[in-house]
Nanobody
Framework: QLQASGGGLVQAGDSLRLSCAAS????????MGWFRQAPGKEREFVAA????????NYLDSVKGRFTISRDNAKNMVYLQMNSLKPEDTAVYLC??????????????WGQGTLVTVSS
């Protein structure tokens, strides 16, 4: 089970840190990812991190602004979002994968948290 939190209403240029709490499995066995879905748009990949945290992958438009991290001792994954832009407005969801970290590998999804960035 995954539960995302930390969303809110911010202004362009502000920062937010999203958190995702995981339960019900062996957290360290899962790659973790963040995705987002804006109104009227398809869900898109934002960032992913491997089981041990040694490798990360990002959507091009968030590289250098967003950082994904995890704490396997706390069963938590985070998304630090800096220099937020209005186009980052979306519901952000965390997901877990017991396989790889391609979009289709993520089979476990949590409820999202809304991020709204005003201009």
């Amino acid at each position: 089970q995954l539960q995302a939190s930390g969303g809110g209403l911010v202004q362009a240029g502000d920062s937010l840190r999203l958190s995702c709490a995981a339960s019900g499995g062996i957290f360290r066995n899962y790659a973790m990812g963040w995705f987002r879905q804006a109104p009227g748009k398809e869900r898109e990949f934002v960032a992913a991190i491997t089981r041990g945290g040694s490798n990360r992958n990002y959507l091009d438009s968030v590289k250098g602004r967003f950082t994904i991290s995890r704490d396997n001792a706390k069963n938590m994954v985070y998304l630090q979002m800096n220099s937020l832009k209005p186009e980052d407005t979306a519901v952000y969801l965390c997901a877990a994968s017991s396989k790889g970290w391609s979009f289709g590998d993520f089979a476990s999804w949590g409820q999202g948290t809304l991020v709204t960035v005003s201009s």
